[in-house]
């Protein structure tokens, strides 16, 4: 299982970068498609996105301690059985597509097909 708040952290990033390239350049396009890919390629790994938690727990009964160990799972992509990844083949399709874009802008400001700050008269 893959952690989950690193690939919120990447997925928070990608669309930064993304919406800095209409604004800032180019570079922050490829930036966005690096981590579009990244993401995408752990998700065609079949691996399920989620969050861990445990909690341990002590109890004094007279003289005696006794400690408890509970762990939890919480899934935000999969949901831990590798037979079902239906969801995660169509976030990797998604983000995949996401990274084509993000390369596509890259290139099509590198030769000059477009320039987003065309409209704001530099």
Same mark, same amino acid.
């Given at each position: 299982?893959?952690?989950?708040?690193?690939?919120?952290?990447?997925?928070?990033?990608?669309?930064?970068?993304?919406?800095?390239?209409?604004?800032?350049?180019?570079?922050?396009?490829?930036?966005? $498609?690096? &981590? #579009? /890919?990244? !993401? =995408? +390629?752990?998700?065609?790994?079949?691996?399920?996105?989620?969050?861990?938690?445990?909690?341990?727990?002590?109890?004094?009964?007279?003289?005696?301690?006794?400690?408890?160990?509970?762990?939890?799972?919480?899934?935000?992509?999969?949901?831990?059985?590798?037979?079902?990844?239906?969801?995660?083949?169509?976030? $990797?399709? &998604? #983000? /995949?597509? !996401? =990274? +084509?874009?993000?390369?596509?802008?890259?290139?099509?400001?590198?030769?000059?097909?477009?320039?987003?700050?065309?409209?704001?008269?530099?």
């Amino acid at each position: 299982m893959f952690d989950g708040g690193i690939f919120v952290i990447f997925l928070g990033l990608a669309l930064l970068f993304l919406l800095a390239s209409f604004k800032i350049g180019a570079v922050f396009a490829l930036l966005s $498609a690096i &981590l #579009f /890919f990244s !993401m =995408a +390629i752990i998700l065609i790994g079949q691996s399920d996105i989620g969050f861990t938690n445990t909690v341990e727990t002590a109890l004094i009964n007279g003289t005696s301690l006794h400690t408890f160990t509970t762990n939890s799972t919480a899934y935000i992509i999969g949901d831990g059985d590798p037979a079902t990844n239906d969801n995660q083949n169509i976030l $990797a399709w &998604l #983000f /995949f597509a !996401m =990274a +084509i874009l993000s390369v596509a802008l890259f290139f099509m400001e590198m030769i000059g097909m477009t320039d987003p700050r065309k409209d704001e008269g530099y």
